[in-house]
Nanobody
């Protein structure tokens, strides 16, 4: 599985931004998809995940109510809609994929995109 993330940029606090992650695989709908992020000097952390069907989602407490993960299996793409962005959301955002069930552990996702930088200014 190859993943290509896009959509990052420099934005002001409070605005919205949507990230996309396109996957090259014929079994996209079999993959649990997730977004992680890594701020400068910090460890990579879980942001959100979505089941293969799109019916089940999971969020980190820090983004719950502000971020929405979704997927379009016809386009092999997963999205992260980010609203009410805060300076502390500044990070490189990575999409990741795995077969099987949900986890928020980075080490259990074998497939990763290259990351897209989101910078939120105050």
């Amino acid at each position: 599985v190859q993943l290509q993330a896009s959509g990052g940029g420099l934005v002001q606090a409070g605005v919205s931004l949507r990230l996309s992650c396109a996957a090259s695989t014929r079994t996209f709908s079999s993959n649990y998809m997730a977004w992680f992020r890594q701020a400068p000097g910090k460890e990579r952390e879980f942001v959100a995940a979505i089941s293969g069907s799109g019916l089940t989602t999971h969020y980190a407490d820090s983004v719950k109510g502000r971020f929405t993960i979704s997927r379009d299996n016809a386009k092999n793409t997963v999205y992260l809609q980010m609203s009410g962005l805060k300076p502390e959301d500044t990070a490189v955002y990575y999409c990741a994929a795995k077969l099987g069930g949900y986890t928020d552990q980075t080490t259990l996702y074998p497939y990763w995109g290259q990351g897209t930088l989101v910078t939120v200014s105050s």
